[in-house]
């Protein structure tokens, strides 16, 4: 089983938050884009996705939020790109799930896994989700 | 005054949140209860005596009002759901009628959203031009700017006493004189300076004020539209229903109350009104110039303690209101927000409800400190010493 412990998991949000994965808009036409953001918050992300041939083969984002959406989101990004449409869709929803406190797949999320304490902090579950379910929109907007 | 007045307090909490909304005291609480328990009616509509007693209990609150605001009239006095609700009704009910297209309004860009989207709207539906005066470097209104920024085509000047996040107390007085002279009329939007700072309506000449009775520890729901009597009688009224109307026989053959009861359709907030009065009289107990006093010395002392940090951000130093706005470097203010809140501190994060005013401060969010009389030295300490941290970041993640 895939265990992280306290230090490692704050060393891979720090990291991740520090120097987020793939930042920065492309503005390329064969992405789709979309925005998501949490309005009970100041979380925003512009959000662009590349598929082809049902593989995800990029993601960027840009925008301002917390360390820990900017950080999942990062590692969300890391996670996804390469995966079909059908695995990431899956591994969202395991992801889901254990933000939600529900049963999941703990061998489908590795990193992932640094916020699986976040249900601790109700106010943060929005934070670690938004990037996620952002990336999710777009993908099923490409059906 | 007394931190046992306040059952929030006896929690271990440090409440920072007051520009939000303020604590409630017991008394405005059993004011509350009491209406319900105890002579629990509709005002206005019996013939027997707990009506009788809702009714007097609601009208002597639109007296405390009017003597707390030196209002001319108790008539000028309209009960609303909040600051917000009254800046709607002076907008959509006063200006849309009495604005031409082209006409300009005087806004500044740390205004709340309550006074720029009602405005922004009015210039989408009719054609009128929202303008900004602009701010110093300090983000602050001087009459100078104002001044400068009045032009043929201005009709009204709508801004802060107080702003929310910068918290500089606007020269309402000279701006008002000044506006007065040129035939333009100013609504003072009052939500964070009435309860923190004398406001006599007459003295200021303020032409309307919208204030609510939440942030100064009165309910929720409540609020209040202060007009001169002229200007509040032709305000049309956004809504028509019971309490308000004399006679209704056909379209054509209508008869509306008086003010301020053509302003007030349907069942108001009775019990929050009445706890609203309780909020006054706790007020005029201490004293508000005592408040403003408080405050501001806590305010140097919680600014002199900030300043002995080496990470830290204040945007507004030398200010008069209550609010404190800052970044620690390198971390998101809410991030911040939440790491304090592990503390039980409370503050608030983000942009306040001011957004147009990231064009000033070139930041979008900020953590604001907001304080009351009941906060303490002992509150500042603890929040200080909080923030002398170089882990705040790494401790705001909770893994």
């Known amino acids: 089983m895939f265990k992280l412990d306290s230090n490692l998991k704050r060393t891979l949000i720090l990291g991740n938050y520090e120097k987020p994965f793939h930042k920065g808009l492309l503005k390329d036409k064969t992405y789709i884009s979309g925005n998501k953001n949490n309005s009970s ?5 512009d959000i662009e996705l590349k598929i ?17 959406a900017t950080s999942s989101m990062s590692i969300s990004i890391g996670k996804l790109i390469g995966k079909t449409k059908e695995e990431a869709l899956n591994i969202i929803e395991n992801y889901e799930k254990m933000i939600n406190e529900e049963k999941y797949d703990e061998t489908l999320l590795e990193e992932l896994m640094a916020y699986e304490d976040i249900y601790k902090q109700p106010a943060r579950k ?11 929109d777009l993908i099923n907007k490409s059906k | 005054m007394n931190r046992n007045d306040f059952p929030m307090l006896m929690q271990d909490i440090v409440y920072f949140d007051n520009g939000a909304t303020t604590l409630k005291p017991n008394s405005v609480i059993e004011g509350i209860c009491d209406y319900y328990s105890n002579y629990s009616s509709n005002a206005h509509r019996g013939d027997y005596k707990l009506s ?17 605001i030196n209002a001319k009239d108790k008539d000028e006095i309209v009960f609303t759901s909040g600051a917000t609700e009254s800046l709607n009704m002076i907008i959509n009910g006063y200006f849309k009628y009495n604005l031409n297209k082209e006409d300009e309004v005087l806004i500044t860009k740390s205004e709340h959203a309550s006074n720029i989207l009602p405005w922004y709207e009015l210039e989408n539906e009719m054609g009128i031009k929202v303008k900004y005066i602009p701010l110093t470097e300090n983000h602050t209104v001087t009459l100078d700017n104002v001044k400068n920024s009045i032009t043929d085509k201005t009709k009204v000047i709508s801004i802060a006493h107080v702003t929310n996040v910068i918290g500089d107390l606007r020269p309402i007085k000279e701006i008002i004189k000044y506006a007065h002279k040129k035939g333009i009329l100013v609504v003072i939007d009052g939500a964070q300076s009435v309860g923190h700072t004398k ?42 229903g019971g309490g308000m ?32 009065g309780k909020a006054i009289d706790y007020i005029n107990n201490i004293g508000i110039d005592n408040i403003e006093e408080y405050c501001l010395e806590l305010r140097k002392y919680i600014i002199n303690g900030l300043k002995k940090l080496k990470n830290i951000n204040v945007y507004n130093e030398n200010v008069e209101g209550s609010t404190i706005a800052f970044n620690i470097d390198n971390v998101f203010a809410q991030d ?3 790491y304090l809140d592990k503390y039980n501190i409370c503050v608030r994060s983000g942009s306040h409800c001011a957004k147009k005013l990231e064009d000033e401060l070139g930041i979008k969010n900020t953590c604001r400190i907001s304080i009351y009389f009941y906060n303490t030295k002992e509150d500042a300490d603890r ?8 882990k705040i970041l790494e401790e705001s993640l909770g893994v």
């Open chain 1, 52 to 68: 082809e041939d049902g593989i995800i083969k990029d993601i960027r984002f840009d925008g301002e939020a917390c360390a820990i």
């Open chain 2, 383 to 390: 929040l200080i010493e909080a923030l002398d941290n170089d």
């Open chain 2, 245 to 276: 109307n004399i006679s209704f026989i056909s379209p054509k053959e209508i008869e509306y109350k008086e003010l301020p009861y053509k302003l007030e359709a349907g069942t108001q907030n009775i019990a929050g009104v009445i706890g609203f």
């Open chain 2, 52 to 68: 009788l007693k809702a009714s007097k209990e609601y009208e002597s609150v639109r007296e405390k009002v009017k003597e707390f």
């Open chain 1, 126 to 136: 929005k934070c670690a989700t938004l990037g996620i379910l952002g990336i999710k």
């Open chain 2, 199 to 240: 406001i006599d309506v007459q003295n200021l000449d303020i032409d309307f004020l919208a204030f609510s009775a939440h942030k100064m520890l009165g309910p929720t729901g409540v609020g209040v539209l202060y007009g001169k009597y002229d200007l509040l009688d032709k305000l049309k009224p956004f809504k028509y």
């Open chain 2, 336 to 338: 911040t927000a939440i």
């Open chain 1, 41 to 45: 918050c100041i979380d925003n992300f």
